[in-house]
């Protein structure tokens, strides 16, 4: 990972955000994890947030991003979720039964340059369980 730059910062800051769907069942698969998918690189570019790594698992997400400074954990999740919730419930009929798609519970961590590799090779490792 190499700092970033801008006008007036030099930076480096890395999120490995953690978090299920409700009740954590199992619906993160086939044509709703494809379309979620799409819908994280969206959001994600219009925040100007760089996904390093990604994995959906049939019952949580594992997100590894680089951001900036200004734009804090919270505001980061509650775009993604709240987008994906609204279109992928509207997409996929099914997604309904549920009282919402999301947990309002996350796990958020940093990672400094020295850890960036050890989060990637955790987070690839999942996909293998």
């Not at 997409?91 to 050890?118: G, I, M, R």
Request: some cysteine; aromatic content about 10%.
């Amino acid at each position: 990972m190499e700092y970033q730059h801008n006008k007036h910062q030099v930076y480096l800051v890395n999120y490995h955000i953690i978090w299920c769907p409700k009740r954590r069942k199992k619906i993160l698969v086939g044509k709703i994890k494809t379309r979620l998918e799409q819908l994280f690189k969206e959001v994600c570019k219009e925040l100007d947030v760089k996904i390093l790594e990604l994995k959906i698992m049939p019952d949580h997400i594992h997100l590894f991003v680089s951001s900036y400074p200004q734009l804090s954990p919270h505001i980061l999740i509650k775009s993604i979720k709240g987008r994906s919730s609204k279109l992928l419930r509207k997409e996929f009929p099914q997604l309904l039964k549920l009282p919402s798609l999301w947990t309002h519970s996350y796990f958020c961590s940093t990672a400094d340059n020295v850890s960036n590799k050890t989060i990637q090779r955790y987070i690839e490792q999942q996909s293998k369980i």
